[in-house]
């Protein structure tokens, strides 16, 4: 009813039916957030009445402020919100283990029965997937956002999975993990993976209350900066790799997200207050170092091409420093082994 969600919610609320008459008979300047009802949406251009450019602009700066003010609101979690949070993410850690049991039937199959699997826990535990499943196997991973899951799942291969259970609130987790289909990384999939979990430690060791949002990522590019130069792949020195960027070349995308209502929230904050602000207690973000080795990239060594590897999980920023909480999924390339060996013996 109105009263209780009134009282769920802390604010006002009217019966819907009588929005017309209450926004035609305001007085204050009129603001709207595009693209949640179309017949609201509708019906304020209506009131408003725009009829030139002018008039138009001062609108759709008056729904822009009020998108970023949103934003800057939704940087910070209360502690509901963590609660939401946590519960997709233990959701989603239960996903991941479907996939991994379900591994030997994706062999005789495709990328879409890993999706589907996936997609079953979303669907059990939430309300959907938080945004379209990545299952990339093979050289598909080296495509960041691969979504048509239509590759096969070959032995031998590396399987990057990139999912996240949405709940019935619609607060979304957002958790990759790159797994070797046969249940052991060769010795190369190890160097790679090893690489980009060393970036992740720290990358996650930079998050804490007070420090500036890039840190983070700066932590982490370092690392596979460093590791890049080692290899021969990059002509170091690494201060010079990063200051030219070199390294994106392989690692193709930032380290990390604000997460919660999307699965990148709060996009059109202010930057002031999202990427050249600083950390804060509440808020949510990923860590995700991937490095990325193109099939047809000839400045790689020929048995690296087609390597795509990255690892993600959620993060809380504390008044402490910082608690990952998607801990309960193995990250380290012992322990991915050594889950997906007890998961494929109960398969």
């Not at 017309?20 to 603001?31: D, F, I, V």
């Amino acid at each position: 009813s109105l009263q209780e969600a009134s009282a769920l919610f802390g604010v006002a609320t009217a019966d819907v039916r009588t929005l017309p008459e209450a926004l035609r008979s305001g007085t204050t300047a009129l603001r709207v957030a595009r693209g949640h009802d179309a017949d609201v949406d509708a019906l304020v251009d209506e009131v408003r009445g725009d009829t030139d450019s002018e008039a138009r602009a001062k609108s759709a700066r008056l729904d822009c402020e009020l998108g970023v003010a949103l934003a800057d609101h939704r940087l910070v979690k209360d502690e509901w919100e963590v609660g939401q949070l946590q519960r997709a993410v233990d959701a989603t850690v239960r996903g991941f283990g479907d996939v991994a049991a379900a591994l030997p039937q994706a062999r005789d199959t495709s990328e879409r029965f890993v999706e589907g699997t996936f997609f079953l826990r979303a669907r059990v535990e939430g309300n959907d997937v938080g945004y379209g499943t990545i299952a990339a196997s093979g050289s598909n991973a080296t495509t960041l956002h691969w979504t048509r899951n239509d590759g096969a799942v070959r032995e031998g291969d590396l399987l990057l999975l990139d999912a996240g259970v949405e709940t019935t609130t619609l607060y979304t987790a957002d958790v990759t993990r790159t797994m070797p289909i046969s249940g052991t990384f060769t010795d190369l999939q190890r160097k790679v993976y090893d690489l980009v979990y060393a970036a992740q430690e720290a990358g996650i060791a930079a998050v804490a209350p007070g420090r500036p949002f890039g840190d983070f990522h700066k932590a982490a590019q370092r690392v596979l900066a460093e590791g890049l130069v080692e290899w021969g792949l990059l002509e170091g020195p690494v201060e010079r790799v990063l200051e030219l960027g070199l390294q994106r070349r392989y690692t193709l995308h930032g380290t990390g997200h604000m997460l919660g209502l999307d699965v990148h929230d709060c996009a059109v904050a202010r930057q002031e207050a999202h990427l050249y602000g600083e950390l804060e207690a509440g808020m949510v973000l990923t860590v995700e170092p991937g490095l990325y080795f193109q099939p047809d990239d000839l400045t790689v060594p020929e048995e690296l091409r087609g390597i795509g590897v990255r690892i993600e999980d959620d993060v809380l920023v504390t008044e402490e420093g910082r608690t990952v909480m998607s801990a309960a999924l193995p990250r380290s390339a012992a322990e991915v082994e050594a889950w997906l060996a007890e998961r494929l013996s109960r398969a």
